[in-house]
């Protein structure tokens, strides 16, 4: 049974935030703050450079094929439950990380800390939307998804400091005891809830085929360059094709999908997805092999790396909220078409960024701009993959965007460092990189490109233009919350029509100027 609701101004009410915020900034500062330290990792594991791709896809891979089901099973077999669960899995993940002795093993921890975030991404903000009492949601999810905006951002910066100050190693180290204090609070002092609508079983097999679909198809697209499309190269391949073949036929036949394939009937709602897979696999390839070029061809350390990027976030907070209230009065077709091609302008800028550059005059512009044309783009993005879907399935959209989003990243990482020529110790060697990741920026702007006039094509203003306000309901937490941070929501009819923003995830109304979560009904 379900304890009462709790005020945000409670002493129980700022437990819940603590174990909360504590335990999804656990997974946002680990999917950022890896990439800082992947040079170390290399020096100290001998590592090539597919081994470097794997230390991020694997993470990738496995979070992007079982978040949906990581909401679904916190839904039937309590929030709190499968959170903690979550929570010490990947505790236990990020201490073998720590301790692994060669890359594979690493590869293998990594893809093992990346079910645990599947596992309580979805059940942090859930549980906040189960234990609070509707009035004040709105500003517990704002300070949840405040607070952890800032903890993700913080990572890189973190990363870069332990890389310099003490070892690779304790990246994944801090993670232990952070999670011990999230598992005492939450057993102490989150109340447990389920979902009272949830039916039917939790669709495994889905989830296994699609996770056999990913894995075997990245690692195909990975090792080819080096290995030829011969032996395993060639095996993963097919059997990755096959299991994404049967992920469809399974979908399409069990009465409770993972991904219910008609939700894809929408054309808004497909066309948003495309936009999002091309851009995203632009973005996650381009500040995969940015990090790494600013240690390896521009002379920075660590830290100063781990520093660079946070910019983006600053321009992202202050204009994302702003970019959600131009596309609610112009329609999304506009930014979104624009957004992408003020990002590509970045990328074209960060083409001077060479040996012993200044972060001033060669980093920062490119930067700055590239945060512009983020806070531009990704407002409107998500608030039309959310309206594009029926009211009940605003969850599931929220989480399928979120996990196409990783998908196109997981891809991008696969394939275009091959493309550009960066394969097994090249990583190392300046000049190589330098020409790889030049070739990478030019082809992300031409992905930037295809994403702008894709947008102006196919993307409709008519869904943002006039939303439908609807009666608030029970929400299916679990379902709602499937992306990384707070889910779209539908105006209340006496409010403004207005949208708030956190970066690459949904986004939720505005009442009087404050966030309010999602409240869809089953």
């Known amino acids: 049974m379900m304890s009462a609701p709790v005020r945000f101004g409670s002493p129980a009410g700022r437990w819940i935030l603590l174990a909360t915020i504590l335990g999804s900034g656990l997974a946002g500062i680990d999917a950022t703050v890896v990439n800082v330290a992947l040079p170390a990792i290399g020096d100290d594991l001998d590592a090539d450079f597919a081994d470097l791709q794997w230390t991020v896809t694997a993470y990738t891979l496995t979070l992007a094929s079982f978040i949906l089901t990581g909401g679904a099973l916190g839904d039937r077999m309590g929030r709190r439950r499968v959170f903690v669960v979550g929570v010490a899995w990947f505790a236990v993940a990020s201490l073998l990380c720590g301790l692994a002795p060669t890359a594979s093993t690493l590869i293998a921890a990594r893809a093992l800390q990346g079910v645990g975030a599947a596992l309580l991404t979805p059940g942090s903000l859930a549980i906040i939307q189960a234990s609070f009492v509707p009035a004040d949601r709105a500003r517990a999810i704002g300070a949840w998804s405040g607070l952890g905006g800032l903890a993700t951002a913080a990572g890189p910066f973190l990363g870069g400091w332990l890389v310099e100050a003490v070892s690779w190693r304790w990246v994944f180290f801090i993670n232990v005891p952070l999670a011990l204090v999230v598992i005492v609070v939450a057993h102490r002092h989150v109340p447990e809830s389920r979902d009272p609508f949830a039916s039917g079983r939790v669709d495994l097999a889905g989830a296994a085929l699609g996770a056999t679909a990913l894995g075997g198809l990245t690692y195909a697209l990975i090792q080819a360059p080096e290995q030829g499309l011969v032996g395993a190269v060639l095996v993963a391949g097919l059997v990755g094709l096959g299991a994404a073949g049967l992920f469809l036929a399974v979908e399409a036949r069990i009465p409770h999908p993972m991904l219910p394939l008609g939700i894809f009937g929408s054309r808004q709602f497909s ?94 512009p490119g930067v700055v701009v590239l945060g512009l044309g983020f806070a531009l783009l990704v407002a409107p993005l998500t608030a039309t993959a959310l309206a594009a879907a029926d009211e009940e399935h605003a969850g599931l959209a929220s989480g399928v965007n979120n996990a196409v989003a990783r998908a196109g990243g997981l891809f991008a990482i696969a394939v275009l460092p091959a493309v550009a020529g960066l394969t097994g110790a090249d990583y190392d060697v300046p000049e190589v990189f330098a020409a790889g990741f030049r070739t990478v920026l030019l082809i992300s702007v031409g992905l930037l490109v295809a994403g702008s006039a894709l947008a102006a094509v196919a993307i409709s203003n008519d869904v943002l233009a006039e939303p439908e306000a609807v009666p608030a309901a029970e929400p299916a937490a679990g379902a709602a919350v499937a992306s990384t941070a707070a889910s779209g929501g539908h105006p209340h009819p006496e409010a403004p029509t207005r949208y708030c923003a956190v970066t690459g995830t949904p986004l939720a109304s505005v009442t009087d100027g404050v966030c309010e979560p999602e409240e869809s009904g089953r």
Do not use: K, W
């Open 271 to 364: 066309a948003a997805n495309a936009f999002t897979f091309v851009i995203y696999a632009a973005f996650s390839v381009v500040l995969f092999l940015l990090v790494l070029h600013l240690q390896v061809v521009a002379g920075f350390g660590p830290l100063a790396a781990g520093t660079a990027l946070l910019p983006i976030t600053v321009v992202m907070l202050a204009l994302s909220a702003r970019s959600g209230e131009l596309a609610a009065r112009i329609g999304p077709r506009l930014p979104m078409s624009l957004g992408p091609v003020v990002c590509a302008v970045a990328l074209l800028l960060m083409l001077r960024i060479g040996p012993d550059a200044s972060y001033a005059t060669a980093v920062l």
